[in-house]
């Protein structure tokens, strides 16, 4: 079942991008909005109402999906819990480094 809502929500999600990028904007959008190269199929203005009301059901479709899927998958990750209430990982701890020598310090006994 979550699968196949998974798959509609996709299609639902890139139908919804793409009739916003045909949306003609204030600067003119793709223009592909306009009814010049439609001829007199619709007018500009019934275009508009078209692709308005398309970007709605599309929207209100895409946040019914979303909200169906949370609730499905609501209760797949386990126990809940807080990072905050686990216990620190311990780390191994490293031998300390050997201190150097200073000068004037022991001597090396020499072999004669």
């Known amino acids: 079942m979550s699968a196949v809502l998974l798959i509609i929500h996709l299609f639902v999600t890139l139908a919804l991008i793409g009739v916003v990028l045909i949306q003609r904007s204030e600067g003119g959008g793709l223009g592909i909005g306009t009814s010049q190269g439609m001829g007199a199929f619709m007018s500009g203005r019934g275009t508009a109402n078209l692709l308005t009301r398309t970007t709605a059901v ?11 899927l949370a609730l499905l998958n609501r209760g797949t990750t386990g126990v809940g819990r807080s990072i905050l209430e686990q216990p ?3 780390l191994p701890v490293a031998p300390k480094p050997a201190e150097p020598t200073k000068p004037g310090g022991p001597s090396v006994p020499t072999t004669e």
């Not at 599309?58 to 169906?68: E, R």
């Open 58 to 68: 599309l929207a209100a479709a895409f946040f019914m999906l979303s909200l169906a």
């Open 88 to 90: 620190a990982p311990t």
